[in-house]
């Protein structure tokens, strides 16, 4: 690619960090250590002053903030908009009471002792969408809220058993309904045309956006006329009967239309439990039911505290933790935030080849030094000074042993080129195992993942019966017969 000088570009007054609550753990761990490279970068000074630019973080589930910012920006917190003399009003928010005009969200939960607990959810999904399309031939639009049954889980082991129920059992169920005459209760039949969709990290870049497009298609029985009289490509999306997701619905589906979810166990951190339950109820009555498991005794004592927990839930969010300087972060992450600081100080060492040019003595060594100890010691003290100093200390043996064994003709580069001559000092974080200067590409990357290979040489097939679909019984009258499970129950035949 061809350089082309401009002039210096001015660093950017105001950051906006939005759902801080998501920067911890690993991802919190390294965007602090990043982060530490990107404020000095954004700093820059007008009349001898260091001017640094203002952080506006947001967030609806926090505790001990101040410690978290601190490891993440190194910053003091204070509280916008302040707490003023009314808790209920002040100015820029409003606490709005529940009436008829704001219904609001309503929460429950259903213990099941000695039921299993896929058999419970079965139960309650097939309960909701009967009694939903039993509104909707009442009431029509008006009942559209809660025709999307928003299915939460825990594990994608946990939603992987529930697809498969949806796609069996419960459709028995719903079909049953409609001879059953149980009030309220009507037949249904799920979309064959995808119905049930999942929210998950299973799922691609490109197929999201198609679910969020389904999720925001609302049941009208006039617009889903018109859409069948268009042409195939025009027709766009079709609403959803069931969405299943994991935690990735917790974080920027703002769909208003949702007014219906159902937790499959109580989740084991509260703020992903307030985050994932305020995607219904946001425009139109919601009802959030946790299905809890009575085989574990968390769900167990959430289901006694209920109303107690609920009404008290923020002051349960848990505490999270950031460690930057952690050893195992300085691992993965030292080497990008040293030499990001190195290359970025000045066009000096700016291009490929500036690796090649720099020494410990070099001014702009000298000041990523300074400045990523000084770092490491207002936010672990002392000894993570100590950490810092040995850690940079190693690596910069690292790198000028390196570019002094290139060979003769050779040069060091940060990135190697194909003419054969430039030698990478960075290195990407593939199978080739993990160096000193292995910087990663993508902060999505916190481990490397491993690949399956099934060797089915050797097997003894012979003699092996085929595979066969199972068939669900049925009665003389031709109805399908089976437990909540979709198998035979005892004495079926």
Partial sequence: ARTIAV???????LIIQDELHLISGPLGTMVGLYEAAVDRLATWELDGVRVQPKIIASTATVRQAD?????????????????????????????????????GRRYMGIFAPGVRHKTALIRVYTAFLSAAQYLYDAYGQDADPWMTLVGYFNSLRELGGMKRATDDSINVRLRRMGRAGRPGMTYRSLSAYRGVAELTSRRSATEIPEILDQLGSPFDPVAEQERKLR???????????????????????????????????????TAEYIQATSRVGRRFPGLVCTVFNWTRPRDISHYERFEHYHATFYQHVEALSVTP?????????????????????????????????????????RQATEQLIERAGRVTGTQGEDLVRSAIAARMD??????????SGARLGYRDKRDGLTVGLLSDP??????????????????????????????DREGEPPW????????????????DDGEPELGDE
Avoid at 7 to 13: T, V, W
Avoid at 335 to 363: F, K, M, P, Q
Wanted: net charge negative; charged share 25%; proline share 7%.
């Fill in 430 to 459: 593939d199978n080739r195992g993990w160096t000193y200067f292995t910087c990663l590409n993508s902060l999505r990357d916190v481990e490397p993942t491993s690949n399956l290979v099934l060797n089915e040489y050797g097997l």
């Fill in 468 to 483: 066969q679909r199972f068939k669900a019984p049925t009665t003389d009258s031709g109805e399908e017969t089976g437990n």
């Fill in 7 to 13: 002039p210096l570009l001015r660093p950017p007054d």
């Fill in 67 to 103: 410690a978290q910012v601190d490891s993440l920006f190194a910053r003091t917190v204070r509280i916008f908009p302040a707490q003023g003399l009314d808790v209920e009003d002040n100015f820029f928010s409003k606490q709005v009471s529940v009436d008829e005009e704001n219904p």
């Fill in 325 to 365: 300087f952690a050893p195992r972060a300085l691992d993965r992450g030292l080497s990008g935030a040293l030499v990001s600081l190195v290359r970025l100080a000045g066009i000096e060492l700016n291009d490929n080849d500036g690796a090649s040019r720099a020494s410990r003595e070099h001014e702009y060594v």
């Fill in 398 to 407: 690292q790198w000028m042993s390196r570019n002094a064994n290139v060979s």
């Fill in 231 to 269: 042409q195939p490509r025009d027709r766009g999306a079709p609403p959803l009967d069931v969405l299943l997701a994991t935690n990735m619905i917790s974080v920027g589906v703002d769909v208003p239309r949702l007014g219906l979810m159902v937790v499959a166990g109580q989740p084991k951190n």
